[in-house]
């Protein structure tokens, strides 16, 4: 099968999609799969996979199995993203899309102090995951993904904002390119 037949993520799975935000550096979405779904072999640019729930699956193309854990970060620069089986519970995960390639920094980012610890950092994009109830401002505009109610929410710079157990900060470390 060659790229011009393998359907992007969003014509295969729109049903399992919760779109987030889209800009034209990165677009994030919530995919929801639940025990026993199948996401068949899809095409997307680069991205930030954060797993939300633990995966336990099995690979379409072999059968051999695949895992992850909850706030697993991976940063993938593949087009094509093979299909898979969720065999585990009902499994969760955000992908950030971006509009262009990048590279990874680190991996696990360093603490950055006591309330959160680092997921990914890459050129472009830094993820922390938050272990503490804080009140704090960042320096940065950033976007937060409370967990609780499922929400994104965008924070601009030295705002202060009441971030809770589990929230995902994602801050950009660079600016829009701009062409």
């Not at 593949?78 to 992908?95: I, M």
């Not at 509009?99 to 890459?122: F, W």
Request: glycine letters at 6%.
């Amino acid at each position: 099968m060659n790229d011009a037949q393998v359907p992007t993520i969003h014509q295969l799975a729109a049903h399992r999609i919760t779109a987030l935000y889209a800009d034209d550096r990165f677009d994030l979405l919530r995919l929801d799969l639940p025990a026993g779904g199948v996401l068949p072999d899809y095409q997307i640019g680069p991205r930030v996979r954060v797993f939300l729930t633990d995966l336990f699956g099995k690979r379409l193309a072999d059968g051999s199995a695949i895992q992850a854990q909850a706030h697993q970060t991976v940063y993938l620069d593949n087009t094509f993203s093979g299909g898979f089986e969720n065999v585990g519970d009902a499994l969760a995960f955000l992908v950030v899309s971006l509009a262009e390639p990048t590279h990874k920094v680190a991996h696990p980012v360093a603490a950055t102090g006591i309330a959160m610890t680092g997921l990914l950092a890459t050129e472009a994009l830094c993820i922390w995951h938050l272990i503490e109830v804080l009140e704090q401002r960042l320096p940065t505009a950033c976007w937060c993904y409370q967990m609780a109610s499922q929400k994104l929410q965008r924070l601009d710079a030295n705002q202060i904002h009441a971030w809770q157990i589990d929230d995902l900060v994602l801050a950009w470390t660079s600016q829009p390119h701009v062409a």
